[in-house]
């Protein structure tokens, strides 16, 4: 049975993701802090035997054994993650490095939830992928598009 770590997973995307792998029979651990998760997203699943919920913050370091990780803790809105620019660029970028070093250490395949802020206020359109944006290092935006640069 797959085993697929879902942080974020009292989110928005990440409690719909959950919703779809138990369905699909995967093993789901749940990982978030509730900072902009609400239990209630993901209250129905709490009765499923596969299904697991930890309060925890990805900015420290995890050891839990998986298969899958899908990164999305982040905080997605302008108002939730400029409340706290620090923690949001922990979030990204510790974050990062501690699901990597998870997946290293478990050989775990890894899905990193992006943006398309990463490309800041693009002059091109659409963004290839071979473009490298235009983002203000030091505007309102940067702890998370920076953040999320960097994972
Ligand atoms: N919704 C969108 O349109 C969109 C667009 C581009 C990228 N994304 C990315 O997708 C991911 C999910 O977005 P969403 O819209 O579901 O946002 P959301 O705010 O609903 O979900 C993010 C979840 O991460 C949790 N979280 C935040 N910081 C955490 C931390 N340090 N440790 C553990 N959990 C933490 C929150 O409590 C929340 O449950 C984010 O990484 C976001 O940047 C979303």
Redesign the pocket.
């Known amino acids: 049975m797959e085993k697929v770590l879902v942080?974020?997973?009292?989110?928005?995307?990440?409690s719909h993701l959950c919703d779809q792998l138990i369905k699909a029979g995967a093993d789901v651990l749940c990982?978030?802090?509730?900072?902009?998760?609400?239990k209630r997203n993901i209250a129905h699943l709490l009765s499923q035997p596969y299904f697991e919920l930890m309060r925890?913050?990805?900015?420290f370091p995890l050891y839990v054994e998986v298969n899958k990780i899908y990164n999305?803790?982040?905080?997605?809105?302008p108002v939730?993650y400029q409340h706290d620019p620090v923690?949001t660029t922990?979030?990204s970028v510790h974050?990062a490095i501690n699901m990597l070093g998870l997946a290293k250490r478990t050989g775990a395949t890894i899905l990193q939830?992006?943006?398309?802020?990463v490309y800041g206020d693009p002059e091109v359109h659409p963004q290839t992928e071979n473009y490298w944006g235009r983002v203000n290092p030091i505007g309102p935006r940067s702890c998370?598009d920076e953040g999320?640069r960097c994972a």
Do not use: I, M, R, W
Request: proline share 3%; with cysteine.
């Open positions: 942080t974020g997973g009292a989110g928005f995307l990440g990982v978030d802090n509730f900072f902009t998760g609400d925890h913050d990805v900015s999305l803790a982040c905080p997605a809105s939730h923690q922990k979030t974050g939830a992006s943006t398309s802020e998370y999320k």
